[in-house]
C-alpha cells in the first residue's frame, strides 16, 4: 500500500485533535504541559489523547495505538489497570486528602524499604524532580559541600542543579542549558561523561573535597536508552567512597521497572541515596528518595534540612503505588516483559536487517531504544550521531499504522504487562512498513 496514502488518510482522521490543540496553545505555553508532548523534534502537531485502556491509547478522534510510551515509565501495568482503579476509587470516596499521616503512606515506605536494601527511610514527594533535588540538598547538608557531579546525557528533572552542561576546556564547571539558572548555580555543577570513569576521576582530582554527590542513572534512559558498561556503578562507588561523598543512584525510571526493587539490586552496587518515582506511583503524582537511617535522621523533622509537601504521600497515589508494587509481586512478572521485551526488539532489529537500514538497538528488559546510527550507542556523544530527520519519518509513519512511539530520538520506549503477543505482531508489521516507507 501507498505510505503516502496512509500518511495522508491518518492526518485527516485527526481533526479533532488539530482543533482542540489550536485552543490548547492558546492558554498554555506552547499548547502543552511538559515540552516533549508538542512533539515538536519529530516536526508534528500532537495528538490529542481521550483515554487509555491495557495497551493501547484512543485519541480525540477514536484512533487507536498501541502504546510503547507508558506515560515515560510509570505505567508498568498498562492504562487503567482494573485494580488500580478500583483502588482509586475506593480511595477517593474515603477522602482525598488529609495533610495528617494515613496507613497507605506508611504501606508504600514498608513496600519499597523492603523491596531495596539500601534504602532503610523513605520520604514521599510529588514527582521525581522533587525527590532528585531534595536528595541533593540533603547529600550537600550532611557532607558539608557543595558540588555536585552529574553525567552529560543523564535527566534528573528540572531543578536549577541539573539543567547544566559542561562549560568548554575539559575540567571547567558547568553552564546552564536553560535561561533562569543562575550562573552561580550551574558553576556548582560537574559534567562527566557515562560510562567513562576517567572523566569522573579528573574531576575529583581537581575538586574532590568540595565534591557532595555523583548523581547518575544507573541505567541512562533519558538520552534514549543507554546501558553502564560492567564496572562502570562499580567503579562510582569506588570513587565516591574515597573522597567521602555520597552516591545517589537516580532511579525514577528503573525502580520497580526491571526488578521487584531497583537496578541497585540486580548490580549489586549500594548507593547511598536513591530517588524513585514514575511507577511507584502507578500513574499518579509520586516520587521518593531514601537511603540509609543515618542519613535520612537528617531529613526534617527528625534533622533539620527542610523539605515538606502539602500533597506528598497523597492518599489516591498511596493507593496507586501500593497496589501497582503488589500486583508486580507476582510470579513471573518482570520475567513475562522481558520475554516480550526480547521478542520485540529481535523482530525488529530483524526488519531493519531486512531493509538495509543501519540502527543500534539497546535492550534492558521492557525498555529499549531504536537509534538511527551506524554506532554503538554507550553515551552521549554516541547518541548525538543519530539522524534524527530519518527518526521523524520513522515515527511518523508509525504514528499513521497505530503505533505510538515516544516522539523524539532521545527517550526510551516502555512495554507493559497489558502489551500481547498480537500487539507486537501488529508493531512488527507496521515497523516492517514504516521502512519501506523511509525509502
Ligand atoms: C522522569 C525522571 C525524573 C523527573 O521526574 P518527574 O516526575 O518528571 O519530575 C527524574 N529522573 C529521572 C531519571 C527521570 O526519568
Known amino acids: 500500500m501507498d505510505n503516502r496514502h496512509i500518511i495522508d488518510k491518518h492526518m485527516q482522521s485527526r481533526k479533532k485533535s488539530q482543533e482542540l490543540f489550536s485552543t490548547a496553545r492558546h492558554f498554555m505555553p506552547g499548547g502543552v504541559n511538559s515540552p516533549v508532548r508538542a512533539c515538536k523534534s519529530v516536526g508534528l502537531d500532537p495528538v490529542l489523547i481521550q483515554k487509555g485502556n491495557g495497551s493501547k491509547l484512543y485519541d480525540l478522534d477514536g484512533n487507536e495505538y498501541i502504546d510503547y510510551v507508558c506515560s515515560w515509565g510509570p505505567l508498568i501495568l498498562g492504562h487503567a489497570h482494573p485494580e488500580v482503579v478500583a483502588a482509586l476509587c475506593q480511595a477517593a470516596r474515603q477522602g ?32 521525581g524532580t522533587e525527590a532528585t533535588m531534595s536528595a541533593v540538598r540533603l547529600a550537600r547538608a550532611y557532607t558539608g559541600r557543595d558540588r555536585i ?9 528540572h531543578g536549577d542543579t541539573f539543567l547544566i552542561k559542561a562549560g568548554s576546556g575539559l575540567l571547567t564547571t558547568g553552564v546552564p542549558t536553560s535561561p533562569g539558572v543562575p550562573p552561580a548555580t550551574a558553576g556548582q555543577t560537574l559534567i562527566a561523561h557515562y560510562n567513562n570513569l576517567d572523566s569522573v576521576t579528573e574531576l575529583f582530582n581537581q575538586f574532590g573535597a568540595e565534591i557532595a554527590a ?19 556503578l562499580e567503579g562510582l562507588r569506588r570513587i565516591t567512597q574515597s573522597h567521602g561523598c555520597l552516591l545517589i543512584f537516580d532511579e525514577v ?16 552496587v549500594e548507593p547511598d541515596l536513591t530517588t524513585l518515582g514514575k511507577v511507584i506511583g502507578g500513574g499518579m503524582p509520586v516520587g521518593a528518595y531514601g537511603g540509609r537511617q543515618e542519613i535520612m535522621e537528617n531529613v526534617s523533622p527528625e534533622g533539620d534540612v527542610y523539605q515538606a509537601g502539602t500533597l506528598s504521600g497523597n492518599p489516591l497515589a498511596m493507593a496507586a503505588g501500593v497496589t501497582t508494587l503488589t500486583l508486580l509481586q507476582h510470579e513471573g512478572c518482570y520475567e513475562q516483559l522481558d520475554k516480550r521485551g526480547a521478542l520485540l526488539t529481535n523482530e525488529i532489529k530483524e526488519a531493519f536487517h531486512r531493509k538495509g537500514v543501519s ?3 539497546n535492550r534492558i528488559g521492557s525498555m529499549f531504544a531504536l537509534f538511527f546510527t551506524e554506532q554503538d550507542v554507550v553515551d552521549y556523544k554516541a547518541v548525538m550521531t543519530c539522524n534524527t530527520a530519518l527518526f521523524a519519518k ?14 523524539s530520538q532521545y527517550e526510551t520506549c516502555f512495554l507493559s504487562c497489558a502489551h500481547t503477543d498480537s500487539d507486537i505482531e501488529k508493531t512488527i508489521n507496521a515497523v516492517d512498513k514504516a521502512l519501506d516507507g523511509l525509502k
Open 394 to 407: 520513522f515515527y511518523t509513519e508509525l504514528l499513521c499504522r497505530g503505533v505510538w512511539f515516544p516522539p
Open 253 to 268: 525510571i528503573t525502580g520497580f521497572r526491571l526488578t521487584y526493587g531497583a537496578y541497585q539490586n540486580i548490580v549489586g
Open 149 to 157: 557531579v552529574k553525567f552529560e546525557g543523564c535527566y534528573h528533572g
Open 214 to 232: 555523583v548523581i547518575v542513572e544507573p541505567v541512562a534512559g533519558n538520552m534514549g536508552l543507554v546501558l553502564p558498561h560492567k564496572g562502570f
Open 359 to 361: 540502527y543500534c538497538l
Open 96 to 127: 482525598t486528602s488529609f495533610g495528617a499521616t494515613c496507613e497507605r503512606e506508611i504501606e508504600l515506605a514498608r513496600l519499597i524499604c523492603e523491596a531495596i536494601p539500601s534504602i532503610e527511610k523513605v520520604r514521599m514527594v510529588s514527582s
